[in-house]
T-cell receptor, first 111, second 115 residues
Framework: EDQVTQSPEALRLQEGESSSLNCSYT??????LFWYRQDPGKGPEFLFT?????EEKEKERLKATLTKKESFLHITAPKPEDSATYLC????????????WGAGTKLIIKP | NAGVTQTPKFQVLKTGQSMTLQCAQD?????MYWYRQDPGMGLRLIYY???????DKGEVPNGYNVSRLNKREFSLRLESAAPSQTSVYFC??????????????FGPGTRLLVL
């Protein structure tokens, strides 16, 4: 069964304490992996797309990496404003439109 | 650009009532989507429209209908609301993200409570 699993469910860090969020997937023939950020009461905000193993993307304190079985979202020296739920999704096999979503990791950065 | 807009932001219904959730995008995207988001679960696709004039069922279409009114607008209708349809509903549209893939962009959501 195609699925996406994110871990941990929640992560509490002190400001400046770097860490990583995990997104593992069991999809044959990955065609794209997406990371989104979601703030409380708002819609998901697009962050990155990764297409092939070994690819990396960076934006400010965030860096996304991809292997054949999982993706990591590395957060370097986070600030309280990085607190949000981070969602991972993969392109469903055989579809240009459907995504398979993980349940998300809730990240809390304490000042 | 407003991006993807949704109305209403919040709605309370009684069981059996009907309502239509409205969505519009100004990014000239061909594809549009309706999702629901429930606590502890990933986003689940209700319906999508790959292009104007076409609609297709997603993972959880039962109890819902959609209309792609034109390229900009995609509405979701609940004909007879049930408490199980209490959720947050997101509309999204997708455009060309390069390398043959489309990237989805989301609206702010509609919070629906069915009593």
């Amino acid at each position: 069964e195609d699925q996406v699993t994110q871990s941990p469910e929640a992560l509490r860090l002190q400001e400046g304490e770097s860490s990583s969020l995990n997104c593992s997937y069991t999809v044959s023939g990955l065609r794209g992996l997406f990371w989104y950020r979601q703030d409380p009461g708002k819609g998901p905000e697009f962050l990155f797309t990764l297409y092939s193993a070994g690819e990396e993307k960076e934006k400010e304190r965030l860096k996304a990496t991809l292997t054949k079985k999982e993706s990591f979202l590395h957060i370097t020296a986070p600030k309280p404003e990085d607190s949000a739920t981070y969602l991972c999704a993969v392109q469903a096999p055989g579809s240009n439109y459907q995504l398979i979503w993980g349940a998300g990791t809730k990240l809390i950065i304490k000042p | 650009n407003a991006g993807v807009t949704q109305t209403p932001k919040f709605q309370v219904l009684k069981t059996g009532q009907s309502m239509t959730l409205q969505c519009a995008q100004d990014m000239n995207h061909n594809s549009m989507y309706w999702y629901r988001q429930d606590p502890g679960m990933g986003l689940r696709l209700i319906y999508y429209s790959a292009s104007e004039g076409t609609t297709d069922k997603g993972e959880v279409p039962n109890g819902y209908n959609v209309s792609r009114l034109n390229k900009r607008e995609f509405s979701l209708r609940l004909e007879s609301a049930a408490p199980s349809q209490t959720s947050v509903y997101f509309c999204a549209s997708s455009g060309w993200g390069g390398q043959g893939r489309e990237t989805q962009y989301f609206g702010p959501g509609t919070r629906l409570l069915v009593l």
